[in-house]
Structures are given as structure tokens and as C-alpha cells.
């Protein structure tokens, strides 16, 4: 293995040996996103370290067990690069970094409880690279992170006087933000453009060099790091802006008798209207996150800056409250209290299919109903038969089903698609439901003798 100094060699120089994977690549921080991306730098043929503070995890990667068991694909490849050497894991990065070219940065960003950005982990790693990285390195930060802070911190966390290493003279720094989806990933690498942003002209090539030799996708220059942050963020918060509109209209049309299915997906045929759905709230590592992240750096300048975005959060943080709103509606109808009702939440990951509840508005529905006394089940396809919220989640939905007096459709499993609402009628005594995810049809609901809620979809 080459441990030539790669930031100082000629661009064509840098292409052969990466072109004969003699490049050391190290990413730190293996989750959700890391990972899968440490598996596909090794499955190009680099020979690819992945460092983690859990030791658990590492541990689990040294026993060959895959942790991501809801990431189609990469079962495959773990296996692959796991049994030809190409991928290794380790809690040790001070045994590392000396020896990487390319270090990686797939670190959590997430927020406080004051919804300011944590970059607790970022900050404690890039201290220790301080005095551990090499000169000639390109370290490459896909954590999303708010605009500027490459330019305004970074920088200064990593250069060391005394250790002569100075960004854009031996060492290399920039951003190539991730955008892909959790429990999609695959299919995202190999489709979904990449940001590539540097401190400098020299990096950027390097990093667009590699990234080409990993990902068959296509990479778009920025003009620096805080330019590509920048649109990372934008993206999440069009969408993030997008949802609390329509659940606007959603809580709106209720009022008005229309149906938001039928508007949506007759709006969807005018060219440029795009589809977004309503639902229970907004969670996940990246939507509310990347929003206050934006905030955070508008804040800075004024706190009149970005209203919009403001309010955005404000709609999908009160979405789980309207969806308890609904749930008090149905259960009058069928004349039950909620305080003394058990209610059945269906899904508590905070998006479809994968097994990952961090900021799901499950969480906020139930911990509000459990004030109110209600008793409340969980049925989720990914978290059968243990502790979630402190509560003994079902094993299977047939028996819990018939031991409610209600159900909430929080997350739209593929496992929640085809249940008709006979199913409800023929398991429950009084079936009480409220769909937040337009699974059910409401024709069919008023036919079967269900009470029925959904969100924005009118009473029947
Ligand atoms: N999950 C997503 O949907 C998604 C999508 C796009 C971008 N991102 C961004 O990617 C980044 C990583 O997110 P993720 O979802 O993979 O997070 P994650 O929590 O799944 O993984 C982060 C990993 O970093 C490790 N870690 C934490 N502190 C560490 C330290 N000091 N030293 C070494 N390892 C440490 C954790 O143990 C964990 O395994 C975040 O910035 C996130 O915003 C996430």
C-alpha cells in the first residue's frame, strides 16, 4: 500500500493510484449513513477502515453479523468485503488515521432540546485528528452540517502550527454532503448526484477523482464547502416546507368535506406541481433537523430571516396534536373516553420501512395520550416484541388488534397497505380508526361500519 503523500502528488498521479486502489480510505462514524458508504468504498476495491465509539457495533462488524439488516443490498457486500479484507472495523483511531489518505467524516449533526445544532461529535473528532492526521490527507466531511461551518470553525479545530499542517498547503478539506435514504441507500448511490465543495481547487479534484471511482453517479462541482451544505440543506427544507403546507390543507379540507388524496393526485398531473402527503409529523435525522440547522445560521444575521421555514416547523411539530384531535372525535363517536381507552399505535418509525423512530411524531402521540390515561399498544413490522417508550410493543397484530378500542395509522408500512377495513370490523369490538397515511379508502371504511378519521380526508 502506497502512503505516498497524495494532496501534494500531480492530479493524473493521484487518478492511477486510485485507479489501482492504493488509496487508504477511513470513514468514522459507521451508522445509518457511514456504513453502507464505507461498504461501497471497499467494494470498489479500496481498502477502507471503519472507526466507531460503539463498541458494540464494531463488535458485531468483527463477528460478521450485519447491523443494517433494513438496508436492501448491502448484506451481500458486507459479506464480500468483510471476507476478502477489503473492509475492517475498529474503535481505534489513533491507529488509524496516521495511516489514511482519506478520512471521512459520517458523524451524527443532530440538535439539542433547544433545537440548536449539536456538533458535539464532529468537534471531539476533528480535535483528535488535530494531532493525529497526516500531511497530505483529504478529509471529507459528509455529515450535514449548516452552511459555513468548514469556513468558520472546521478549519481552525484542525490546523496544527506546531505540527505544520495547514488546510490548502499539505492537508486537503472539504464537503460532499449525503442525501440518501435511509432503507434506499443503494438504490440512491448509484443514482443520486453528489455536491462536491473544497477549501480549495486541488481537493475538490481529488475528492471528485475518488468519489467517480466509488459512486456511478453524477458529481456537481461547488464553488466551496458552504455552497454545497447549503443546497443539502435547501432540498430538506423544500420538502420540509412543502409537508406543512399540505397538511394545512389537510386539516382545512376536513373542515370543507374534500378529500386531500383526490386534490393531490389530480394537482400531480399539472406539470409543475409537486407531490408531497400529509401526515402525523415530520421526524427523522434530516428534515427537522436540517430546517433548525438553516435557522440556526439565519438567526446569526436576524431572527426576522426565514419565517417561512419557522412556521413550517411549527404546522408539523402541532401535526401529532391534530391527529389526537382526530382520535377524540372518532372515539365520541363511538362513545368511548379516552381516558379509559387502549389505543393501538400502528407503525413508530418516523418514515415507511425502516426500523428508526428518532424524532417520529409517534413518539409525541403517545406520550400525549398517555397524559390524558390512555393505555396504549404498539404494532410496528420493525420493533415486534420489545421495549420501546417503555412500552412491550406486540409481537402480532391479530391478537393486539382485538384488545383495543382504537387504532392510529402513524407510519405507512408496506405491511399497513393492503388492510382493508374489514379487517378492523371482523377484530374489533367497536373499530375505531384514524388513518394519517391515506391507506384507507373511505368509501370502503363507511361500507365496512368503521368509525373512521383521516387526515384530511373529510367525515364520512
Ligand atoms: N440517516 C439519514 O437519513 C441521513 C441522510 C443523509 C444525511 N445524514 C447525515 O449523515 C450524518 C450521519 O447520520 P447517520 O444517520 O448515519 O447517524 P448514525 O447515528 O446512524 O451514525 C453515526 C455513527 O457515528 C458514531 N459516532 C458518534 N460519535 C462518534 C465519535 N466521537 N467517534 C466515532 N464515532 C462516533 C456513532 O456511534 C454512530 O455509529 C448526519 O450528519 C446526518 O444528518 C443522515
Known sequence: MSQKEIFSLELNKIKKLIDKNEISVCIIGIGRIGLPTALSFAKSGLRTVGV???????????????????????????????????????????????????????????????????????????????????????????????????????????????????????????????????????????????????????????????????????????????????????????????????????????????????????????????IHFPGAGVGGPCLPVNSYQMLNSAKEISEDLLKMVKLGREINESMPYHVIDLLKDALNEGNKQLESSKILILGISYKPNVKDIQLSPAEVIISELKKFGAEIRIFDPYFKATSVYGIETAKDLDEVISEVDAAIIVTAHNEFQNIKPEYFTSKMKTPIIVDTRGIIDIHAAKKAGLVFRGLGRGKI
Open 52 to 274: 466507531d465509539i460503539n463498541e458494540e457495533l464494531i463488535n458485531k462488524i468483527k463477528n460478521k453479523d450485519f447491523p443494517l439488516k433494513d438496508e436492501p443490498g448491502y448484506q451481500e457486500i458486507f459479506e464480500q468485503v468483510i471476507n476478502n479484507e477489503k473492509f475492517t472495523a475498529t474503535t481505534k483511531m489513533e491507529d488509524i488515521i496516521p495511516n489514511s489518505q482519506i478520512i471521512i467524516l459520517s458523524l451524527p449533526t443532530p440538535m439539542d432540546e433547544n433545537n440548536i445544532p449539536d456538533y458535539t461529535s464532529l468537534r471531539s473528532v476533528v480535535k483528535q485528528l488535530k494531532n493525529l492526521v497526516r500531511s497530505g490527507s483529504i478529509i471529507i466531511v459528509e455529515s450535514t452540517i449548516e452552511p459555513g461551518f468548514i469556513e468558520n470553525e472546521f478549519i481552525n479545530l484542525i490546523e496544527n502550527e506546531e505540527r505544520e499542517i495547514k488546510a490548502g498547503k499539505n492537508i486537503g478539506i472539504g464537503v460532499c454532503p449525503e442525501t440518501a435514504n435511509p432503507g434506499e441507500i443503494m438504490k440512491d448511490f448509484e443514482k443520486l448526484p453528489r455536491l462536491v465543495g473544497a477549501t480549495d481547487k486541488k481537493t475538490s479534484q481529488i475528492i471528485t477523482e475518488i468519489y467517480k471511482h466509488v459512486f456511478p453517479v453524477e458529481l456537481i462541482k461547488m464553488p466551496n464547502c458552504k455552497t454545497a451544505n447549503a443546497v443539502k440543506l435547501t432540498t430538506n427544507i423544500f420538502r420540509d416546507i412543502n409537508i406543512a403546507f399540505v397538511n394545512e390543507l389537510a386539516i382545512l379540507f376536513e373542515k370543507l368535506g374534500i378529500d386531500i388524496k383526490i386534490v393531490l393526485e389530480a394537482a400531480d398531473k399539472k406539470y409543475n406541481f409537486q
